[in-house]
């Protein structure tokens, strides 16, 4: 005996644009509709679930013919894709005329219509979906049960498994010559829901003299619905309906810019690299911490190229290059930032705004900013106004970095080069890293804060920095080096700011295991760790240096120019060194 479901409940079929779907839609807009509205035939794939029923839409759903990769469970439903080339006529659907007139052509073909619309610039995409003739049939429900269907029509059913095994199922067929009885596959294996689209399967067959409709249901169930007096309306009628409720049609909106932005998938890409070390490596890894630190590089030379890459390995988005000089005809070969190409660029070669061009270049979504600065140096003379001028302006510039930074990362050729922002990033309490090289040695350390005590690039000296750089000769004006020593100095000084950042030492709390100098060389091959107190009488760094340049500025930044004692005054070690005679020395290395 057959139990009669309690309820017979319709399901109502929705629209599902696939990700192929929409990669197929932007490779024919650019390709086939360019800047013209467009109606074409697409294909729509019926399938249900549980809970919803989807027409599926697939890349293949743009060809006119059966797809050999889609078989079983999916019923194909012919319909049309009303594009539209601006946001403007899809808003109005300016050519509804015309889909309809295609409509109308061969009524019993299509079953629905999306409206669409895609920005390829955001990614965006906007559609509306309608069901053509899914009022159009009206029918009496006499009956219904969810036995098993006599043999003569499972038969019939068996044959037809057979038959469509390997391709798309038809969305209906007959199990008699007049036509009386329609089968129509639905996966829903709630017995008591029916789907919408048997009114469309309907007017498709144009017949009014179905009496029963058998539903083949999953797992081997089936309904069947006795009806009587089927009426179809006239196409008319549709063309009404669908003029009346297309301002009532569902708006769709898709946002596939993190699927489809290059930019977006290289952000992703590149932060998934970041996280699968965190992943597999260091759990305890702040990879966010990373990101969103601020990084200024004072210096975008051999160092300052070397170390703005490595900085966009670790996933850094905030990233300042500073500098004072052009590219020249030497600088690409060693410098990775830069080709030749810049160094012909003589009007406006800025090393700083080319490296920040370039960091962008290699990672768009990188925040890259560039300074052409002359970092002021303690000693020389401010002759006139205009020097004064100069002077000042690019001091408060220097500060307003250096605040607005986390992490500054000193990487200049010269050693006087380095003392305004050891002396800056101390009164600020910033991590600063300073890494120099000379022609087999390099030298990379971590400047001490208020917490650690820790000492700074020129603690360990009692020279006061003056300006050298004036009388230097050819000779000394680059530094001469192997050129893997710049390499791994500078992946030494990013690695040493990374360890920091995920040490205790960012929390304020001890040092953790944290070097603060490494020294390494190519004599021996060999890297050395030293760790040494801030020295209290520190030509940069000492309280007293301190407590000068943030109580009496004026005069600090005037002095530090003009008198040459100053900076030993200040700090105490005038007395210390007035006995001493100091001999020039001119190596080259600046450590
Ligand atoms: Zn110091």
């Given amino acids: 005996m057959s139990k009669k479901p309690s309820k017979i409940k319709m399901l109502h079929i929705k629209p599902m644009l696939t990700l192929s779907f929409y990669n197929e839609y932007q490779k024919k807009i650019l390709d086939e509709y360019k800047f013209d509205n467009a109606i ?99 029918y009496n429900l006499n009956d219904y049960d ?8 499972k038969k019939i ?38 789907p919408d689209l048997i009114n469309n399967c309907l007017f498709s ?42 301002n009532e049609l569902e708006l769709f909106t898709t946002d596939l810019k993190q699927m489809f932005n290059p930019e977006s998938i290289a952000e992703n890409a590149v932060d998934l690299n970041i996280n699968l070390m965190k992943w597999r490596m260091c759990p305890n890894l702040d990879t966010q911490l990373i990101k969103e630190k601020k990084y200024l ?39 990775s930032l830069y080709n030749f190409k810049d160094s012909t660029r003589i009007e406006d070669n800025f090393k700083a705004l080319i490296a920040a061009e370039k960091l962008k270049e290699i990672f768009p979504m990188a925040d890259a900013k560039g300074y052409n600065l002359n970092i002021p140096l303690p000693g020389r003379t401010l002759i006139d106004d205009n020097a004064k001028q100069e002077y000042y302006k690019n001091l408060e510039l220097l500060e307003n970095l250096i605040k607005e930074h986390d992490i500054v990362f000193l990487l200049t050729d010269s050693r006087e080069s380095r003392w305004y922002p050891t002396v800056i990033g101390k009164a600020y309490n910033k991590l600063v890293i300073t890494a120099a090289i000379g022609f087999d040695s390099f030298l990379v350390m971590r400047h001490g804060n208020n917490e650690n005590k820790l ?63 490494i020294r390494g060389n190519l004599i021996e091959f060999a890297v050395h760790q030293y760790r040494f107190n801030f020295n209290k009488n520190c030509v940069a760094c000492s309280d007293n240096m301190m ?33 001493i005679k100091i001999e020039e020395t001119n190596e080259g290395d600046d450590f």
């Fill in 205 to 246: 067959n144009n017949n009014d003299k179905i009496e029963t409709i058998v539903l083949e249901k999953t797992e081997g169930k089936y309904l069947s619905l006795f009806i009587s007096e089927v009426k179809l309306k006239k196409i008319s009628e549709t063309f009404d309906n669908l003029k009346s409720s297309i």
């Fill in 455 to 517: 000492g700074c690039y020129f603690c360990t000296d009692i020279v006061t920095p003056t300006d050298t750089s004036g009388s230097r000769t050819l000779d000394q004006q680059c530094t001469i080096s192997r050129p893997g020593v710049s390499m791994l100095c500078s992946g030494m000084a990013l690695e040493l700011a990374m360890s920091c950042l995920n040490s205790p030492l960012n929390k304020g709390n001890d040092d953790g295991d944290v070097p603060h100098q």
């Fill in 146 to 153: 969810d036995k098993i269907p006599n043999d003569e029509i």
């Fill in 40 to 138: 074409r035939e697409l294909t729509g794939f019926y399938e249900t679930s549980n809970v919803n029923q989807f027409l599926r839409f697939e890349d293949f759903s743009f060809e006119n013919k059966k797809n050999p990769q889609i078989t079983g469970h999916l019923f194909m439903l012919k319909g049309l894709l009303a594009h539209y080339s601006t946001i403007d006529n899809f808003n109005k659907l300016n050519n509804l005329d015309a889909v309809l007139k295609v409509i109308e052509n061969s009524p019993l073909k299509f079953h629905f219509v999306i409206f669409i619309y895609g920005d390829l610039k955001t990614f965006v995409f906007k559609y509306k979906f309608i069901l053509l003739h899914k009022n159009s049939v009206e």
């Fill in 297 to 335: 590089l004072i210096g975008s030379g051999t160092l300052g190229c070397h170390v703005s890459r490595c900085l966009l390995g670790w996933g850094a988005r905030h990233i300042t290059m500073v500098d004072n000089g052009k590219v020249s005809y030497s600088n690409p070969v060693r410098q």
């Fill in 157 to 194: 059913i068996e044959e037809n498994e057979e038959k469509n095994k390997n391709v798309v199922n038809q969305d209906f067929y007959f199990a008699d010559n007049d036509k009386k009885t329609i089968i129509l596959k639905d996966f829903t294996s709630k017995i008591n829901k029916i």
């Fill in 547 to 579: 407590k000068e340049y943030k109580e009496n500025r004026e005069k600090f930044t005037l002095n530090v120019m003009n008198d040459p004692y100053y900076i030993e005054k200040t700090c105490g070690v005038h007395e210390l060194i007035s006995d």
